[in-house]
């Protein structure tokens, strides 16, 4: 049975990739506001669940209004898995939507070891990470449940070496790894090399990936589109990148983090995740519109028969 598209519920995942996205933001001005231990019990704030705003001052409130905006992603998860569950035929869909759920508890109990251990054992890293994976999954959803997914698309032939779905998976492989690279460079694990040579490594991926898809499929307008994106996020990302590290650079002498630094960082690093998950996009699109290796042998070796 074909999967039928369901507006309500594309729209409402779509929703909760926004509010994914507003969780980046917060999350991020805790880290470069240096308030991740302004709050130093969890899961309460200051010994209560609802701190009234005269406790929350400077790096407390954004530490409170982080916790704020993922405790709306854990209610919105849940109610999009409920939505799944009631609405959507695809068994393993509303498996993902579960697993989005739990992911998101993950990162939130996760969250709460960064604050009740002190930010030790590079648990501040993993928490950055983990987030990029559940960002990925509540994207993932909005594309399985968009119209042009559940949409019958044309077929296309990859005759190109690597194939196209292994040459996809590298791509978003690098793109994540330089992820973990900027977390632990934020989070003062490792210096700026490190991350600086997988800035590197992204750019000839991202160069290698995008030719492959002019090359081998000029005809397709969604890989078209989704080229030039690839190029355009990972080119911000890039000059962004070079601002943060700029901003840091001319403000390490200040007494406290300067607005300059702050939204140069934070912007870079929600950039950063909208960048993976659009290779997460790009790697999706490859098993949509192109048939694999064994599916093309097997349409090939298919007898033809005549009336």
């Known amino acids: ?66 916790r704020v905006v993922a405790g709306g992603l854990g209610l919105l998860a849940l109610a999009l898995a409920v939505l799944l569950r009631v609405k959507e035929k695809r068994p393993w869909l509303r498996w993902l ?4 759920v739990l992911g998101v508890a993950a990162q939130a109990i996760m969250g709460g070891q960064v ?9 501040p890293v993993i928490h950055a990470c983990f987030a990029q994976i559940v960002f990925g999954a509540v994207l993932a959803i909005a594309v399985f449940t968009s119209k042009w997914w559940v949409s019958d698309q044309p077929q296309l032939q990859d005759r190109g070496t690597p194939s196209i ?3 996809a998976i590298l791509n ?25 040579a997988g800035a590197l490594l992204v750019l000839g991926m991202v160069i290698w990936t995008a030719v492959a898809l002019r090359k081998r499929f000029t005809q397709s307008r969604e890989f078209s589109k989704a080229r030039i994106l690839l190029h355009a996020i990972f080119g911000t990302q890039f000059l962004l990148g070079l601002g943060a590290f700029w901003s840091r650079l001319t403000t390490a002498d ?41 599916e093309v042998a097997a349409t090939a070796s298919r007898p033809v028969t005549t009336g």
């Open 172 to 196: 978003a492989g690098v793109i994540y790894l330089q992820v973990i690279l900027g977390a632990s460079f934020r989070h003062k694990e490792i210096p700026i090399g490190p991350h600086m």
């Open 1 to 66: 049975m074909s999967p039928t598209y369901n507006p309500s519920v594309h729209r409402f995942s779509v929703f909760v990739v926004c509010w994914t996205v507003l969780l980046f933001v917060a999350g991020a001005l805790v880290t470069s506001k240096d308030a991740a231990l302004s709050v130093t019990d969890w899961p309460k704030s200051h010994g209560t669940w609802v701190p009234p705003l005269t406790m929350l001052q400077g790096g407390d409130l954004f530490e409170f209004s982080h």
């Open 254 to 294: 200040a007494p406290q983090p300067m607005p300059v630094m702050v939204t140069l960082t934070v912007i870079h690093t929600v950039v950063g995740a909208i960048l993976f998950v659009f290779s997460v996009v790009i790697v999706l699109m490859c098993y949509k519109l192109i048939p694999r290796g064994r």
């Open 97 to 100: 939507g579960l697993t989005a």
């Open 165 to 167: 779905h292994s040459l």
């Open 115 to 123: 604050v009740i251990r002190l930010l030790h054992y590079w648990l």
